[in-house]
T-cell receptor, first 115, second 115 residues
Framework: AAGVIQSPRHLIKEKRETATLKCYPIPRHDTVYWYQQGPGQDPQFLISFYEKMQSDKGSIPDRFSAQQFSDYHSELNMSSLELGDSALYFC??????????????FGPGTRLLVL | AQSVTQPDIHITVSEGASLELRCNYSYGATPYLFWYVQSPGQGLQLLLKYFSGDTLVQGIKGFEAEFKRSQSSFNLRKPSVHWSDAAEYFCAVGSGNTGFQKLVFGTGTRLLVSP
């Protein structure tokens, strides 16, 4: 079965550079979530989208922005990168019309290293 | 605020022995509970979920979990552990007040399997 696709899988950037992470949800899934997992940490919710509109927002820095496109893929844009942004970034997708009884399926993650 | 506590950071179990990973949650309403497993460098794979109904839920790979409202617990069990079960296990509760749930994760339990 098709899974969530994230690209790139690995990314190395310098401080103050920008990065764009992409997420392609499972076919027919209309909701996308972004999570950040620091080294040795649990995943932390950043932001989510349903039908191309932001549905919820968590602890996402102002330097980050995200959007969901008409084909439901999503991009997380990160500017003025800091060393502390080094983390594993997960995207998850779900069928949003299930409401609170949805199940999120995670992609393999993008590992970002900021030097 | 919703929270999840996994009291055990590391657990070592002999191959073939039984396993129980503890999870306690704090949530005002009916919780939506999940267990995910993460192998090193990999994404999060859903093991099982509880939304309502039977409090004993079966998942993949021979795992099961029991929801106990009186104890605010959702412990994960497996009768016989295999070496391939060595991984990080995350308990999560679905939360959110926008009609869509974001996942709040516990800090994880790292399972080591000894020969």
């Amino acid at each position: 079965a098709a899974g969530v696709i994230q690209s790139p899988r690995h990314l190395i950037k310098e401080k103050r550079e920008t990065a764009t992470l992409k997420c392609y949800p499972i076919p027919r899934h209309d909701t996308v979530y972004w999570y950040q997992q620091g080294p040795g940490q649990d995943p932390q919710f950043l932001i989510s989208f349903y039908e191309k509109m932001q549905s919820d927002k968590g602890s996402i820095p102002d330097r980050f922005s995200a959007q969901q496109f008409s084909d439901y893929h999503s991009e997380l844009n990160m500017s003025s990168l800091e060393l502390g942004d080094s983390a594993l970034y997960f995207c998850a997708s779900s069928l949003g019309r299930s409401g609170m009884q949805e199940t999120q399926y995670f992609g393999p993650g993008t590992r970002l290293l900021v030097l | 605020a919703q929270s999840v506590t996994q009291p055990d950071i590391h657990i070592t179990v002999s191959e073939g022995a039984s396993l129980e990973l503890r999870c306690n949650y704090s949530y005002g309403a009916t919780p939506y509970l999940f267990w995910y497993v993460q192998s090193p460098g990999q994404g999060l794979q859903l093991l099982l979920k509880y939304f309502s109904g039977d409090t004993l839920v079966q998942g993949i790979k021979g795992f099961e979990a029991e929801f106990k409202r009186s104890q605010s617990s959702f412990n994960l069990r497996k009768p016989s552990v295999h070496w391939s079960d060595a991984a990080e296990y995350f308990c999560a509760v679905g939360s959110g007040n926008t009609g869509f749930q974001k996942l709040v994760f516990g800090t994880g339990t790292r399972l080591l399997v000894s020969p």
